[in-house]
Each structure stands twice: as structure tokens, then as C-alpha cells.
């Protein structure tokens, strides 16, 4: 065989404007993402692992492949990986101290509270929330606290529902607080770590497309919605958080990704501090 056709057949396929433009439109119409331009040599790289992997030799055919699986399966791992699943425990660690010192102690005394992870990846999030609670509040935050911890991807939400984690992964939590929360395991598995039941039981895990509107009449008392908008266009931004701001109760709570800002969108939200935003309290049915 010449040798031009052997590197034909291990070149990396080429992303073709036309293809590029489906792609991307086909991600902004699903699930709000914005791949301009200047993205183009990312989602190539991206994509074309998934491509060797299921035998595809251009983007047109797995353009088709995605559009054609009715189950929603390939469009989930698509977004998968166009976006970072990056996150960590404590992530952004003032939202937590805020959580735990000002606004939990104005709530404790609820029989229930609400809480939304909105975009929960992983699962390090509502951990994080659950974790955070605990330390102030013990038995009556678990009795109390209700987590709802949403994201597209089923495949991290598997991994989120688990609750295993290996131990690298809490570096820098102090010991006697992984002790409380946390099982080690042991032979095979003596590497990772198993959130208590107690931990697991304040928290639901469910699959939302966060452009969709959340059915019901759900309201909550804090919103994490954090290093998701980054991925949108400015009107996707503001109409996202008006979303969130409609399920927030009065006087509730948003946080956003510090590398994030709400400055260049309407939205009716309090400033509050960096990534921090309160819904304003009406008064006499006007806020």
C-alpha cells in the first residue's frame, strides 16, 4: 500500500466550515452553548476522538449519527465533550463560608430548605453544600436541608450519585472532616472514599437541560449556577438567569463563577458581593 495512503488513513478528519456550522448550531439549539469562530480547531480536537472511536471518518457522518439517535445518548456525549466537566470540592470557598456563616443561620429554623445545584457535574457541588451545612448545623441540617443537584450530562450524574471519589481528589480537606462525612475503602478499594449515607440522602440527582423550564412550582432558597455561563451568548446568559431568578424565593440567593459577571445582562438582582446575587424582598406585593 503507498505510503500516502497509510497517513491518508491515520490524518485526523478535517472540520469543514459547512460541518463546523452544524455542529455548532446543533449545540446552541439543544443546550445554549455558544462555539463562535474562533472555536473551531477546539471542537475538531475534541470530536475527533469520538470519531476514531466509533469508526467515523468525517464530521458529516457523525453530524448524522448524533442527529439520528433518538434516545438523546450521542447528543449527551457530544456536549460532553465540546465542555469541561472540571471541578473540585470547596470550589471557590468564600460561597461556602457565606452559605454556612450568613445565609443558613436566617434559614435554619425551616422545616425544610431548597437548594439548587444547577449545574452539579461530578457531584463535588452538593457534596460541597452538604458538607458546608453539616459542619453548622449537624443532625438539623440533615433533617432539613432538601439539595436538588441538576446537570445534562448522565454520564457525570452517574458518577455524582455514587459518591466515590478517589483520595486525591480531597486534598486539602482536614482530616477529622472526611472522617465525618466520608467511609474509606479498603483492599482493592482503599484509594477512594464513599460519602455516609446520611450525606447522600440530602441530596437529588436528576437530569435537566438547564435551557428547558423546570416544571411545577419549585422554589428554593439558594441557586449555584456556577462556571456554566461561560459556555453562552449574552441573550442565553439573560435568559437563564431569569429562569433561576423565577425559582428563587424572595430574599434567596444566587451564586455564579467568579470568573463570571451579570454586569452586561437586566436581571433585577441585588448586588452582593463578587458572584453573589440576591433576589430583592417584596414589600406590599412590589420589591
Known amino acids: 500500500m503507498p505510503s500516502s495512503t497509510l497517513l491518508s488513513l491515520d490524518a485526523a478528519p478535517v472540520l469543514h466550515p459547512a460541518e463546523f456550522e452544524k455542529i455548532r448550531r446543533l449545540a446552541y439549539e439543544h443546550c445554549g ?20 472511536e466509533l469508526g467515523l471518518r468525517t464530521f458529516q457522518e457523525y453530524y448524522d449519527h448524533v442527529t439520528a439517535d433518538r434516545s438523546g445518548a450521542a447528543m449527551a456525549t457530544m456536549i460532553d465533550f465540546l465542555t469541561s466537566n472540571h ?64 446537570d445534562i450530562s448522565t454520564r ?9 471519589y478517589p483520595s486525591e481528589r480531597f486534598q486539602g480537606i482536614p482530616m477529622p472532616v472526611l472522617q465525618r462525612y466520608l467511609l474509606k475503602g479498603h483492599n482493592a478499594s482503599a484509594d477512594r472514599f464513599r460519602f455516609r449515607n446520611e450525606v447522600r440522602s440530602m441530596i437529588t440527582f436528576e437530569h435537566f437541560n438547564l435551557m428547558e423550564s423546570i416544571p411545577g412550582s419549585y422554589r428554593c432558597s439558594v441557586i449555584f449556577c456556577r462556571n456554566i455561563m461561560i459556555y453562552f451568548d449574552k441573550p442565553t446568559q439573560q435568559s437563564l438567569v431569569a429562569r433561576l431568578s423565577a ?9 455564579i463563577g467568579h470568573s463570571e459577571s451579570l454586569n ?16 430583592p424582598v417584596r414589600q406590599n406585593g412590589r420589591s
Not at 443558613?104 to 460541597?128: F, N, V
Not at 457525570?156 to 466515590?164: H, Q, Y
Not at 425559582?247 to 451564586?255: A, K, T, V
Request: charged share 25%; with cysteine.
Open 87 to 150: 471541578t473540585s470540592f470547596f470550589r471557590e470557598p468564600r460561597h461556602f463560608d457565606f452559605l454556612r456563616k450568613t445565609i443558613y443561620p436566617t434559614l435554619r429554623t425551616r422545616p425544610e430548605i431548597h437548594i439548587w445545584s444547577a449545574a452539579c457535574s461530578s457531584g463535588e457541588e452538593p457534596y460541597s453544600i452538604a458538607m458546608s451545612l453539616l459542619e453548622e448545623g449537624g443532625a438539623e441540617a440533615a433533617a432539613s436541608v432538601c439539595i436538588k443537584a441538576t
Open 33 to 52: 452553548i455558544d462555539l463562535h469562530n474562533g472555536k473551531q480547531s477546539l471542537v475538531a480536537a475534541r470530536l475527533s476522538k469520538k470519531l476514531r
Open 247 to 255: 425559582r428563587l424565593e424572595d430574599g434567596g440567593y444566587l451564586f
Open 156 to 164: 457525570v450524574l452517574e458518577t455524582a450519585r455514587r459518591g466515590i
Open 264 to 279: 452586561a445582562i437586566s436581571h433585577g438582582l441585588d448586588y452582593v458581593s463578587p458572584a453573589t446575587y440576591r433576589k
